[in-house]
């Protein structure tokens, strides 16, 4: 079955770029059938959805992320990718990517293992 | 935009029901989800759509919703069910994904 697994730097400087890459096992990211996101979970505290990426590239980011994030997708590779810009201390969270399903009705029904990024110098 | 409220924590004792509730706007449009969440863990879903289990999930959770609220409903608590539990739902643009702010389950 289809299984995401993130990827990237664990710590990440203030005021830099923070990159994450899911890779998608056993599936595609085309088609109509899915969102992509990435969420996130700062320690201790609850989740935070972040944005997706769509079927032919379209994006949607959380209003308080937007002029911050950006997130894309390499269909060739089965991947898609999260950068978060200017990153301070409060960006520090356990990031995941998940697939939303979109059939009717909108759930997460796969999720990435979560990777820890920490923001500090 | 808009949230979704959920109580900080709840407690049932081994074999109880107990209903855990979410409430947002957003929920007179959309179903709610549910997650459940063990320390160290991802979430994992649990309901969806309209009272759906996903394959595995036990029978003892099912979901209901009226107006503004969803509940999550856990009929014969078990010692297994003691994690944290989030709703979410897309958001009243329809574009953006909203989450609850997660109610911990004690299970006594």
């Known amino acids: 079955q289809v299984q995401l697994q993130e990827s990237g730097p664990g710590l990440v400087k203030p005021s830099e770029t923070l990159s994450l890459t899911c890779t998608v096992s056993?599936?595609?990211?085309?088609?109509?059938?899915?969102?992509w996101s990435w969420i996130r979970q700062t320690p201790g505290k609850g989740l935070q959805w972040i944005g997706y990426v769509y079927y032919g590239g379209s994006t949607s980011y959380n209003p308080s992320l937007k002029s911050r994030v950006s997130i894309s997708v390499d269909s060739s590779k089965r991947q898609f990718s999260l950068t978060l810009r200017s990153v301070t201390a409060a960006d520090t969270a356990i990031y995941y990517c998940a697939r939303e399903v979109s059939s009717g009705w909108y759930y997460f029904d796969r999720w990435g293992q979560g990777t820890l990024v920490t923001v500090s110098s | 935009s808009s949230e979704l409220t959920q109580g900080p924590a709840v407690s049932v004792a081994l074999g109880q029901t107990v209903r855990i509730t979410c409430q947002g706007d957003s929920l007179r449009r959309y179903y709610a989800n549910w997650y459940q969440q063990k320390p160290g863990q991802a979430p994992l879903l649990v309901i969806y759509?309209?009272?759906k289990r996903p394959s595995g999930i036990p029978d003892r959770f099912s979901g209901s919703g009226s107006g503004n609220t969803a509940s999550l409903t856990i009929t014969g608590a078990q010692a297994e069910d003691e994690a944290d539990y989030y709703c979410s739902s897309r958001d009243t643009t329809d574009d953006h994904v909203v989450f609850g702010g997660g109610t911990i389950l004690t299970v006594l």
């Open positions: 056993d599936g595609s990211v085309t088609g109509s059938d899915y969102f």
């Open positions: 759509g309209r009272n």
